[in-house]
C-alpha cells in the first residue's frame, strides 16, 4: 500500500520513503512528527487505533477486508451478505441511545431502519424497528414502547404493523389501549369466501392457528365486517380461500363451560346475572324443519324442537317417531306405543286432598251449545264417545256405568279373554273393598262385587251384565271383570216370559246368566228394552236395553 507523506507542519514531504506496510513489520514513521509515532501489532485488515500518546495498535478484533466488518475477530459467517458481524464469549448486544436530557411521549429513544433501492437507483426505508418514549421520562421512570413497521405490496411506505407498550400490552395492526386486552389484533385483509361461504368477501380473519402441515383444519378467529361482531370458526386455507368443514372442539378432555358465569357447574353453563335480562338458547334453521337439540345415551337418541322430519309448525319431542307435538296454537299431541302403561300421566302427589289432577278449560265462554271436553276413539281412530257439555251439565255420549267385580275361580280365565258371553247377567254372592296400596288395609268406598251369573228367575241380586274382563290391566289385575250397570247396552234373554216390545223389564231367568221379560208383580229388573224381540223357539238374543236396578211392574 503507497503512503502519501505528510509531514507535521501538514506539507507534503517526498522525503518520506514510501514503503509496504508488510503483515507482521513494525515501521517507524520518524518524519511525521517530531516524536515519531509506532504502529506495532498489526496483521491484515486490521483496523488501527491510537492506544496513547505517539502510539498506534493494529485492533485484532476490529478487522474490515473491504467488504466485511468484524467485531470480535472472528469471521461468523463468508457471506457478503453479513456486512457487520459481532461476537463475544458473554453474548453481544448493541446499545444505541439518546443523549438528551429532556424525553417526552413519542421522542425517538433509537431503532433500526431497512432501506432497499429499486431500478432508479433510490433507496426508501422498507421496514423498521423503532423504540420510542411510551410517556414522560424522568429519574428512574422511563416508560418505552417498542415500534415494527413493514411496507405492504404496492406500497412506497412502511406502516405500523405490532406496538408493544409500555404496559405489556402487543398490538398487531393496531394502537393498543391499555385495558383492551393483553394481545390486540386487528386485520385489515379479507379473504375470498371458499366454497361452503366460511368467509365472506368482507370477513377479517385476524388470527390463525394451524394445527397440520396441510393447511387444513385451522383455528379462525376474527370479525365478521370492519364493525360486526368477532366469530370463531375452523376451516381450511386453500386456493380458493377458505371452506368451512370441520368440527370446533371445546373441552374435548373434560371441564365446564361457561357463558356469563364465571364458575359453570355444568358442562354447558349459560347465565344472565341482569335481574330484568333473560336468557334463552336459539337454535334456527333456514328451511321449514330440523331446529332441534339433540339429547343421546347408551339408550337411544332423542329430539327436541321444531318441525322435525317433516315440514311442520309443530314443537316436538321425538325418537323417530312424533311424541309429543305442540302446533302453533298450542294443540297438542301425544304418540305412544308401549304395552301395559299409559300414554299419559298427570301427577300432583302431595298426600292433601288439594292436590288436584287435570282441569280441561274450552268450548264457550258461556256453555252453550254442544262443547267437547273429551274425545274416546279405539287403535284405528274410530270415535267410541265424548265427554261433552251444555249450560252446566256433563253428559257421557255414548254412556254406560260398570262396576269391576270378582268371578269364581272355575270361570276366570288365565288371561284376559272373557269369562261369559256379552251380555250375561250377574248376581252379587258378595262384598270385599280394594287395598291401600301403602298397608293393604281396605279402601272405604273401593267396592269389588264378588258375582256369579244368575240362577233364579226374578233374581233380587241381580248386579248387571258382564261387559268384559280387566286382566292384566294397568295394575296388573288377575281377576277383575266389568259389570254393565247403568246407561246404555245389551242383556242375553231367552223367551221365558214371551216376546219382548219396547219398555218391558227385563229380569233374570231360571237359566244361569239369561234375562227374560219380567212378567212377575212386582219384578226386580235390571234394564229396560229399548227393542222389540221376537223369539221362533228356545234361542237366545241379545236386547239392547236402558241398564239400572229397579223394582218394576209389568205393563198390563
Not at 84 to 93: A, E
Not at 139 to 162: G, H, V
Request: hydrophobic share 30%.
Amino acid at each position: 500500500m503507497a503512503l502519501t507523506t505528510i509531514n507535521s507542519d501538514g506539507v507534503k514531504d517526498d522525503s518520506i520513503v514510501n514503503a509496504d506496510i508488510k503483515s507482521d513489520a513494525a515501521i517507524a514513521l520518524s518524519k511525521l512528527a517530531s516524536t515519531p509515532a509506532v504502529l506495532s501489532g498489526s496483521t491484515n485488515n486490521t483496523i488501527t487505533t491510537v492506544t496513547g500518546a505517539n502510539a498506534i495498535q493494529g485492533e485484532a478484533n476490529l478487522t474490515f477486508d473491504g467488504t466485511k466488518l468484524l467485531l470480535g475477530g472472528t469471521t461468523l459467517s463468508s457471506s457478503n451478505e453479513r456486512p457487520l458481524q459481532v461476537h463475544s464469549v458473554d453474548g453481544p448486544k448493541i446499545a444505541i441511545g439518546r443523549n438528551d436530557t429532556s424525553i417526552s411521549d413519542g421522542n425517538t429513544i433509537g431503532g433500526l431502519e431497512f432501506y432497499g433501492n429499486d431500478a432508479n437507483g433510490t433507496f426508501v426505508n422498507t421496514a423498521s424497528i423503532i423504540v420510542n418514549a411510551d410517556g414522560t421520562h424522568g429519574n428512574d421512570d422511563k416508560p418505552t414502547r417498542m415500534e415494527f413497521y413493514t411496507t405492504a405490496d404496492d406500497a412506497s411506505s412502511a406502516s405500523e404493523r405490532l406496538r408493544i407498550t409500555s404496559g405489556g400490552n402487543v398490538g398487531i395492526n393496531a394502537s393498543p389501549s391499555a385495558n383492551g386486552g393483553l394481545v390486540q389484533i386487528r386485520n385489515n385483509h379479507a379473504y375470498q369466501s371458499g366454497t361452503t361461504n366460511l368467509l365472506t368477501s368482507a370477513s377479517k380473519a385476524a388470527f390463525r392457528i394451524r394445527t397440520s402441515t396441510d393447511s387444513s383444519k385451522s383455528l379462525y378467529i376474527g370479525g365478521i365486517d370492519e364493525t360486526a361482531v368477532p366469530y370463531i370458526q375452523v376451516g381450511n386455507l386453500g386456493t380458493d380461500g377458505a371452506t368451512a368443514s370441520y368440527d370446533l372442539l371445546l373441552n374435548p378432555y373434560g371441564g365446564n363451560i361457561g357463558i356469563g358465569t364465571t364458575s359453570p357447574d355444568r358442562n354447558l353453563n349459560l347465565y344472565n346475572a341482569a335481574t330484568d335480562g333473560s336468557c334463552y338458547l336459539k337454535i334456527e334453521n333456514n328451511r321449514s324443519r330440523n331446529a332441534a337439540i339433540q339429547f343421546t345415551t347408551t339408550q337411544g337418541s332423542w329430539y327436541v324442537g321444531q318441525g322435525i322430519g317433516n315440514d311442520s309448525d309443530r314443537f316436538m319431542i321425538y325418537d323417530g317417531v312424533e311424541r309429543i307435538g305442540i302446533g302453533s296454537l298450542g294443540e297438542t299431541k301425544v304418540s305412544a306405543n308401549k304395552g301395559g302403561d299409559y300414554a299419559l300421566w298427570a301427577m300432583n302427589d302431595g298426600d292433601s286432598s288439594n292436590r288436584y289432577g287435570i282441569l280441561i278449560q274450552c268450548g264457550g265462554d258461556a256453555a252453550s251449545g254442544t262443547n267437547y271436553a273429551l274425545g274416546v276413539a279405539d287403535g284405528d281412530g274410530t270415535t267410541q264417545g265424548y265427554l261433552t257439555f251444555t249450560g252446566g251439565t256433563l253428559s257421557l255420549v255414548a254412556f254406560t256405568a260398570a262396576h269391576p267385580c270378582i268371578i269364581p275361580d272355575a270361570d276366570n280365565p288365565s288371561d284376559n279373554s272373557m269369562a261369559y258371553p256379552y251380555g250375561t247377567l250377574l248376581e252379587t254372592i258378595s262384598i270385599q273393598y280394594s287395598k291401600n296400596k301403602n298397608d293393604g288395609s281396605d279402601t272405604e268406598r273401593g267396592i269389588r262385587y264378588k258375582v256369579q251369573k244368575t240362577q233364579s228367575a226374578n233374581s233380587r241380586k241381580v248386579l248387571g251384565a258382564y261387559a268384559g274382563s280387566m286382566n292384566g290391566g294397568p295394575e296388573g289385575q288377575t281377576n277383575e271383570h266389568d259389570v254393565y250397570v247403568l246407561g246404555d247396552g245389551h242383556i242375553l234373554v231367552n223367551n221365558a216370559g214371551g216376546n219382548i216390545e219396547v219398555g218391558d223389564g227385563i229380569c233374570s231367568s231360571a237359566t244361569a246368566g239369561i234375562g227374560q221379560k219380567a212378567t212377575a208383580n212386582p219384578s226386580m229388573i235390571i234394564g229396560i228394552a229399548q227393542e222389540a224381540i221376537t223369539f221362533t223357539g228356545s234361542e237366545t238374543k241379545l236386547v239392547a236395553v236402558q241398564y239400572g236396578l229397579q223394582q218394576f211392574i209389568p205393563w198390563t
